[in-house]
């Protein structure tokens, strides 16, 4: 269910030649950080991460999803993130032990993936470089420039009661021709220099666009909803069961009488007793069926 503390506004700075987005998300957060029981470093780095996906899906122009996907080798094993078109939203994160106030900051050695995939034709595009910088907004804004060239700003920030974002980027000019104003970019990275997370988290989007930017010709387009939302099906978790072949299914069952598998994302549990497995390679392509028994 949407509410409007939960929303998605692209806007242009006319005046700056620059475009951005605002994000913020106050029930889907608190669904998510339910799921896993996620607190302190760890939720303020998944809330960050649920931020900057739906961010991004400012500039899908199809039917999809796009998901970010940050492993470390230290404490932090894993942050993953993803928003479809429409405004669908979750994440998990993985890690050792105690996550201390000191690993809010990134290892060396991390590496992000940003992968867009375009459910209409099934294609599939993936980014991935190495992370630069010890935070996850130095992180998205290395990778916009590297793998797309692009200049870009960020802002985020998660309490447990909400996260969000803001984006800014400069437009591209056609033809190699210089911005009309030279200098807009600057100021508009400037000017979000100077917001904080409060402002960020708290005020209404039009305010905190007018306070920074009220000289570049703010124009705001209508919210876009967002909501906490899994896209996993008793089908979906059929496939996987199948995947690992009848003989692990079969010694499952025969040590706990069914197999059970539990969604990371939103704690939905799914139960396959003998005959449900028997269904699902029942259902298998007979090749694929015939692989899995040998």
Request: net charge negative; charged share 25%.
């Amino acid at each position: 269910m949407t509410t409007p503390n939960d929303f998605l506004h692209r806007f242009q700075l006319e005046g700056a030649g620059v475009r951005g987005v605002l994000v913020r998300l106050d029930d889907s957060w608190k669904r998510i950080r339910a799921n896993g029981d996620y607190d302190g470093p760890i939720a303020t780095l998944l809330g960050q991460t649920v931020a900057a996906s739906a961010l991004f899906t400012s500039s899908i122009k199809f039917e999809g999803r796009l998901s970010i996907h940050l492993r470390e080798s230290g404490a932090l094993r894993l942050l993953f993130a993803d928003c479809t078109h429409d405004g669908q939203v979750r994440g998990i994160a993985r890690w050792d032990g105690e996550l201390q106030a000191s690993h809010v900051a990134l290892e060396p050695g991390a590496r992000l993936a940003i992968t867009i995939e375009n459910s209409t034709n099934e294609s599939r595009y993936q980014g991935l470089v190495p992370v630069e910088g010890d935070d996850l907004a130095s992180a998205f804004e290395g990778y916009f420039l590297r793998s797309e060239q692009l200049p870009t700003r960020l802002v985020l920030a998660a309490t447990p009661e909400r996260c969000g974002g803001l984006l800014l980027q400069q437009i591209a000019t056609t033809g190699g021709a210089a911005p009309a104003d030279a200098d807009g970019w600057n100021r508009a990275e400037h000017l979000l220099a100077t917001l904080t997370p409060e402002e960020l988290l708290d005020l209404p989007p039009e305010q905190v666009l007018l306070r920074l930017f009220h000289e570049e010709g703010v124009r705001l387009q209508p919210a876009q909803p967002l909501a906490f939302d899994c896209s996993c099906s008793r089908e979906r978790v059929g496939t996987m069961l199948r995947s690992l072949g009848r003989d692990e299914n079969d010694a499952v069952l025969a040590e706990q009488g069914s197999v059970e598998i539990t969604c990371e994302f939103c704690n939905r549990r799914y139960v396959f007793d003998e005959a449900d497995v028997a269904a699902v390679f029942a259902d298998a392509p007979a090749a694929e069926a015939s692989t899995t028994r040998h």
